[in-house]
C-alpha cells in the first residue's frame, strides 16, 4: 500500500512540474506560422535566408531571426502579441548583439518596460534577456509587446537592418523550447 502512495506523490509532483515546464506563450520569430499567430508586425525578412551571413552562427542550428528595423520600412519598431496569464511572470527573447550599435527598448501597454545596451562589442553573440512583468489589474489576456532599436544605423545597415531575434517567451516558470531546451528561466539569464 505505502508503494501506491509513493506512486502517487511521485505522479502528483511529476504532473505539478509539467505544468510548470510549459511557458505561458512563445513565439518563434522567422517563422511564419508561429508569427502569425502572434499578430507579428515590422520585421524585417528572414534572416539568413534573405542576406547571408553568420548572423552570430544561427544558420549552424537551424535557426531563423528577423531583425526590428531594417530599410524596407525605416520604422524601428518591431512587435508581437503575447499570452499572459494576469500573474508574474517573465518575459525573455533571444537577440544578437553584433556589430551594430543593437540596443533597444521593450514596450508593454504603452509603457517603457526594459532597456538593453549594446555591449560595442564588434562580435556576433547571441544573448537571452529577459525582465519580470505583471500585467495591469483588468488587462487583456494578449498584449503587445513591442522592441524598439534605440542605436544609430551602421554603414551596413541597408543590406542587414538592426536588432535581430531568435524568440520572445513569456512564462511563469521553467520553459523548454521547440529548438532545444535551456532548463530553467533562472538558467537563461546566466
Same mark, same amino acid.
Given at each position: 500500500?505505502?508503494?501506491?502512495?509513493?506512486?502517487w506523490?511521485?505522479?502528483?509532483?511529476?504532473?505539478?512540474? #509539467?505544468?510548470?515546464?510549459?511557458?505561458?506563450? &512563445?513565439?518563434?520569430?522567422?517563422?511564419?506560422?508561429?508569427?502569425?499567430?502572434?499578430?507579428?508586425?515590422?520585421?524585417?525578412?528572414?534572416?539568413?535566408?534573405?542576406?547571408?551571413?553568420s548572423w552570430?552562427?544561427?544558420?549552424?542550428?537551424?535557426?531563423?531571426c528577423?531583425?526590428?528595423?531594417?530599410?524596407?520600412?525605416?520604422?524601428?519598431?518591431?512587435?508581437?502579441?503575447?499570452?499572459?496569464?494576469?500573474?508574474?511572470?517573465?518575459?525573455?527573447?533571444?537577440?544578437?548583439?553584433?556589430?551594430?550599435?543593437?540596443?533597444f527598448?521593450?514596450?508593454?501597454?504603452?509603457?517603457?518596460? &526594459?532597456?538593453?545596451?549594446?555591449?560595442g562589442?564588434?562580435?556576433?553573440?547571441?544573448?537571452?534577456?529577459?525582465?519580470? &512583468?505583471?500585467?495591469?489589474?483588468?488587462?487583456?489576456?494578449?498584449?503587445?509587446? #513591442?522592441?524598439?532599436?534605440?542605436?544609430? #544605423?551602421w554603414?551596413?545597415f541597408?543590406? &542587414? *537592418?538592426?536588432?535581430?531575434?531568435? *524568440?520572445?517567451?513569456?512564462a511563469?516558470?521553467?520553459?523548454?523550447?521547440?529548438? *532545444?531546451?535551456?532548463?530553467?528561466?533562472?538558467?537563461?539569464?546566466?
Amino acid at each position: 500500500m505505502k508503494f501506491y502512495k509513493l506512486s502517487w506523490i511521485v505522479f502528483s509532483f511529476v504532473f505539478v512540474l #509539467a505544468g510548470a515546464a510549459m511557458a505561458a506563450d &512563445y513565439v518563434d520569430i522567422g517563422n511564419v506560422p508561429s508569427e502569425t499567430a502572434h499578430n507579428a508586425q515590422g520585421w524585417g525578412p528572414i534572416e539568413p535566408a534573405t542576406n547571408p551571413g553568420s548572423w552570430g552562427g544561427i544558420a549552424d542550428w537551424g535557426g531563423t531571426c528577423r531583425v526590428i528595423w531594417d530599410s524596407s520600412d525605416n520604422d524601428p519598431l518591431a512587435e508581437v502579441d503575447m499570452a499572459f496569464t494576469g500573474l508574474p511572470e517573465i518575459v525573455s527573447f533571444k537577440h544578437l548583439n553584433g556589430p551594430a550599435d543593437d540596443s533597444f527598448d521593450v514596450w508593454i501597454e504603452n509603457t517603457n518596460v &526594459y532597456s538593453y545596451s549594446d555591449s560595442g562589442d564588434p562580435g556576433e553573440y547571441w544573448h537571452v534577456d529577459g525582465f519580470s &512583468y505583471t500585467p495591469l489589474p483588468g488587462a487583456e489576456p494578449k498584449l503587445t509587446v #513591442a522592441f524598439v532599436a534605440t542605436g544609430q #544605423a551602421w554603414p551596413s545597415f541597408g543590406t &542587414y *537592418g538592426q536588432v535581430a531575434f531568435e *524568440g520572445v517567451w513569456v512564462a511563469g516558470g521553467p520553459v523548454s523550447l521547440e529548438k *532545444g531546451s535551456w532548463g530553467s528561466v533562472k538558467s537563461l539569464f546566466r
